[in-house]
């Protein structure tokens, strides 16, 4: 990911393409690439946090407050 987000900073920057494998700059498939890496991102963090609250009810996050509240002596 860093590597395309790189490529498409130095092909906006103007750098010379030598550098690049190939020796073009290729816009297209960097935005491509940054765009997949976005939308599995965010299907991977919408499945983790379901899976993670999943778990938790309103009564064991009551338990949990009142507890934090008794050690803080509030």
Known sequence: M???????????SD????????GEFTPVLAVGVL???IIVGF????ALLRYSF????FGSLA???SKTR???GI
């Open 2 to 12: 860093c590597y395309w987000s790189g490529h498409l900073s130095r092909w906006i």
């Open 15 to 22: 750098n010379p393409a030598q550098w690049e494998y190939g």
């Open 35 to 37: 765009l997949t890496w």
């Open 43 to 46: 299907i991977v963090v919408i």
């Open 54 to 57: 999943r778990k938790e009810t």
């Open 63 to 65: 338990n949990i407050q």
């Open 70 to 72: 008794a050690q803080i």
